[in-house]
């Protein structure tokens, strides 16, 4: 995954998405991986739904380290896709609807 910190931002949007397969086995692999993913988005930010996470990501060390660890865990068929929010629009963010309960998942 190549991506570029920017000082500018540092609120971001991550997004993932993990294959699961029918062949008997990767179902639970699938399952350990989405688990392992969202602790480590936790550790950066909240969760807003099942498999977006908000984050604030402030050093460009913090950053990489967080990639690293997301690649490290994916495997070829994961996708992971990371939106970065300026300051401007972070203002303009609006939340319709109940929140999440971040107990609820894993």
Known sequence: MKYKFSNRITTYIIIYDILSDDVRGWVSLANRRRAK??????????????????????????????????????????????YPIDSKNKKKIKRLGYEIETDFFF
């Open 37 to 82: 993913i969202s602790r480590i988005l936790l550790e950066y930010g909240m969760r807003t739904q099942k498999s977006v996470f908000e984050l604030e990501i402030t050093s460009k060390k913090e950053f990489s380290r967080m990639i690293k660890r997301l690649e490290k865990t994916m495997n070829k068929h994961d996708k992971v896709y990371i």
